[in-house]
């Protein structure tokens, strides 16, 4: 049984992959940097690719650039909005019985006013930080409801 974690050099990355490894879990990281494999989550071929290759139980997007700077909006946008569409379009292609986890949003306290169409396309960990919303929960309490769910 193996989980793909996008996103896997950072810091919600490493606490997922441990806590996969406890539970028996292959980790295998994608990252744009660190001692993973290299990828892009926006990059839809490759993300097809390491799908359809690794036929996981579990896909994980953590993958983020942790600003909010305007200058990163493009990049965030291809990593949040436009990396979440090519797991889902990949694992419906290649994999459907993967797993995908659960909702983040009912597992934080949303202190900012966000339209619900923005809500809906937050997937990521590490956004919901940067936006100054609230964990309800601990990280690694929400990985393993994932893993488990």
Not at 52 to 61: E, I, L, Q
């Amino acid at each position: 049984m193996n989980a793909l974690i996008f996103g896997a050099n950072g810091q919600d990355g490493y606490y997922l992959k441990n806590l996969c490894q406890a539970q028996g879990i292959i980790s295998i990281g994608i990252s744009r940097s660190g001692d993973f494999i290299h990828g892009d989550v926006s990059d839809c071929g490759q993300v097809e690719q390491l799908i359809k290759k690794y036929k996981p139980k579990y896909v994980f997007h953590l993958a983020a650039k942790s600003t909010t700077r305007h200058d990163a909006m493009f990049e965030n946008h291809g990593t949040i909005c436009t990396g979440t569409l090519n797991i889902l379009e990949s694992v419906y292609r290649h994999c459907p019985n993967s797993k995908l986890g659960l909702d983040w949003r009912k597992y934080v306290i949303q202190t900012d006013n966000f339209q619900p169409e923005y809500k809906r396309l937050v997937s990521n960990p590490t956004l919901i930080q940067s936006l100054d919303w609230q964990p309800r929960i601990s990280l690694q309490e929400l990985a393993a409801n994932m893993i488990h769910n």
